[in-house]
């Protein structure tokens, strides 16, 4: 039985639809992530959840107990906000220990439970510090030992991590990752970062306008996008319209530029025939043919229309012979691979199972 | 230098405005009794006999009531308002703020006017209750001001992590809300007590046989020879008055500093 299980939730601001028949259900002990561009309603799914939002329709329950009359100072939920909402004329200690506030514990005991709840989140020996006066990444620890002082079976956190530089996150990202472990309690996290949500999640929810698009494992989501629209937010997709062919049991996909190729069935849905249609393909999955590499697969020849270089790799976009509009390809840089100036000729090569086969535009 | 013309103009302004307060302490320890210059000798004797007036005692007394329990009551008014503008939406809540900062602009002698006619027709007795309420009139619309600062730069999550970690409604008022904007609250009832104590029309008006500090002052005008005390009971209501003013600011910028916020504002 799922942990948490949302059916049917719709909630109305005014005569928006803010969320529109979701339904999903999260496991004990998962790293569940809500993945969306501004404003799908990733945070007021959240707060649905945490009760501070009350649903126009579905339901929702927390450990198999409709959440409906429960509000939200007793549910089993914590919340870490966006803002942190660190109190600012507490000090470190009392913020992390405000939630022991009602519990019987003596005060030596709290004052252990807070000690050891910043030591979790690094910040040993900081509880007598002002909390107005904490750094961001600190306030971050800071608002997490509070959420996890009260071990809730779910911890929920709005964009933890979008105020924070882009080392700081990185390194926020794995300890966020490795605490959930050590805890094991459920995380729902929401972030508009694509990367952040692959990187840290057991499964993704995409949300467009409102509803899930897609909800799936990281791989599965990058690799079998349901749609152009969550293949293209999550990563870089190349989107080349063509034709689909039958050729006896076997599809033919018919590609400007990259000619005629047969697509692995695994990746058609149900009631993809022939007939227009648009194909993705990952720009890791193409690979440009330096001389002294063996092609493997099919190539065709084109030209270097530009390229940027970002240290690890080179992002190439190549003007095929006989398509119309460049395609994106990126490759490793190694030492003895030269990088390509814009007008050089070049060879593409591509891995057969890489094409994934949307509606047409 | 740029702006010279606005700087004479300001300081021009504030010669006029503060040179006939800073008369008030010269003639108060001047021991002439005619209010001329060149002074006579240096004396405390006007101070001195302060105390020995059981009128002033009264005034005094009466006055301190009058605005302990206005600053009390706009102050929890202003508390009431504030929030409420800060938190909820409501039908013409623009119509409404604004009835109620309407008092800051309306000419007090049309306010006290107006209340006696009323106090008069319903039969309320004039005396310090009448008092209290037309100086709650004028000093709630200063509080809500304080305090709507103090309120709107509350941020609302901070409420949700409180009820988040198991706090009902009101224990988060008391835990987080209060003690965030206490400093808008002293800094509103310190405002509201100074400007009660210091209001002279509405009292007159209102207050019938209780005279307060300010109608006393006025009383003794009529005798010359009493200017000089009165010189000095007024010498030491500005001070007072100016000292409660300053703690009032201290207080709503502590309260910004602590919350680490942005000054915006406020009335000093
Ligand atoms: N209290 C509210 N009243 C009216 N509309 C609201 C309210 N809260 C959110 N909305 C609207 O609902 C939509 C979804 O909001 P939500 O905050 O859930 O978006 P989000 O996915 O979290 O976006 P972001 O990434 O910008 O935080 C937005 O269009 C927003 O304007
Ligand atoms: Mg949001």
């Not at chain 1, 996008?225 to 034709?243: A, C, D, K, Q, T």
């Not at chain 2, 001195?48 to 302990?68: H, M, N, T, Y």
């Not at chain 2, 010359?224 to 030491?236: E, I």
């Amino acid at each position: 039985m799922a942990l948490i299980s949302l059916s049917g939730i719709d909630k109305y601001y005014g005569t928006y639809h803010a969320l529109r028949d979701i339904s999903l259900e999260i496991e004990g002990g998962e790293f569940f992530s809500l993945l969306g561009p501004s404003g799908c309603g990733k945070t007021t799914l959240l707060r649905t959840i945490a009760g501070f939002e009350t649903p126009d329709k579905g339901v929702l329950t927390i450990d198999g107990r409709d959440m409906a009359r429960v509000s939200a100072n007793r549910r089993p939920t914590n919340m870490v906000f966006q803002s942190y909402a660190i109190f600012p004329h507490l000090t470190v200690a009392q913020n992390v220990g405000f939630g022991l506030r009602r519990s019987d514990l003596t005060k030596a005991e709290k004052a252990r439970e807070v000690g050891a709840a910043l030591e979790m989140v690094g910040l040993g020996g900081y509880g007598a510090r002002a909390a107005h006066a904490l750094s961001g990444g600190q306030r971050q620890r800071v608002a997490l030992a509070r959420a996890l002082i009260l071990k809730p079976k779910v911890l929920l956190l709005d964009e933890p991590l979008s105020a924070l530089d882009k080392k700081m996150r990185e390194q926020m990202q794995s300890e966020l990752r490795q605490l959930q472990r050590q805890v094991g309690i459920t995380f729902v996290l929401v972030t508009h970062d694509q990367e952040e949500a692959l990187i840290m999640s057991d499964r993704i929810a995409v949300m467009f306008e409102g509803e899930i698009a897609q909800l799936a494992t990281p791989q599965d989501l990058y690799l079998r996008p349901n749609s152009r629209r969550v293949g293209e937010f999550i990563g870089m997709m190349n989107l080349i319209p063509g034709r689909m062919d039958r050729d006896g049991s076997q599809m033919i996909g018919d590609i400007p530029g990259l000619g005629r190729l047969p697509i692995v069935p695994d990746l058609l849905t149900d009631g993809q025939g022939p007939g227009d249609c648009t194909f993705g393909i990952r720009p890791e999955s193409m690979s440009l043919v330096f001389n002294g590499e063996l092609p493997t697969g099919k190539f065709v020849d084109g030209t270097v229309v530009e390229r940027a270089y970002y240290g690890d790799m080179t992002y190439y976009e190549v003007l095929l012979d006989g398509g119309t509009a460049p395609v994106t390809c990126s490759m490793k840089n190694l030492v003895s691979r030269p990088v390509l100036d814009a007008g050089a000729r070049t060879r593409l090569a591509w891995e057969p199972g890489a094409l994934i086969v949307f509606d047409a535009a | 230098m740029r702006g010279g013309g606005l700087r004479i103009y300001a300081v021009i302004y504030l010669v006029f405005l503060y040179l006939p307060i800073l008369l008030l302490p010269v003639f108060a320890f001047n021991s002439s009794t005619i209010i001329a210059f060149p002074l006579a000798s240096f004396t405390t004797e006007w101070f001195a006999e302060l105390p020995r007036v059981p009128a002033l005692r009264d005034a005094l007394w009466v006055s301190l009531k009058i605005a302990v329990l206005t600053a009390l009551v706009s102050t929890l008014l202003g508390v009431c308002a504030a929030r409420a503008a800060a938190r909820y939406r409501f039908a013409f809540k623009g119509t409404i703020m604004g009835l109620i900062m309407l008092p800051l602009v309306l000419p007090e002698i049309i306010v006290a006017v107006s209340l006696l006619v009323v106090f008069l027709q319903i039969g309320l007795p004039l005396g310090s209750l009448t008092v209290v309420l037309g100086h709650v009139l004028i000093c709630t619309p200063f509080c809500v001001a304080i305090l709507n600062g103090a309120f709107q730069s509350l941020d609302i999550s901070l409420e949700e992590a409180a009820i988040d970690l198991g706090e009902t409604g009101w224990s988060t008022f008391r835990l987080i809300i209060l003690p965030l904007v206490m400093p808008g609250i002293i800094s509103s009832l310190l405002i509201a007590f100074t400007i009660s104590m210091d209001e002279f029309i509405i009292a007159f008006f209102l207050s019938g046989s209780e005279a307060t500090l300010p109608v006393y002052l006025w009383g003794q005008l009529r005798f010359p020879q009493r200017l000089p005390v009165v010189m000095a009971l007024g010498t030491l209501l500005v001070l007072a008055s100016v000292v409660l003013l300053t703690i009032a600011e201290v207080a709503r910028r502590r309260g910004v500093a602590r919350r680490g916020q942005q000054d915006n504002g406020g009335f000093l």
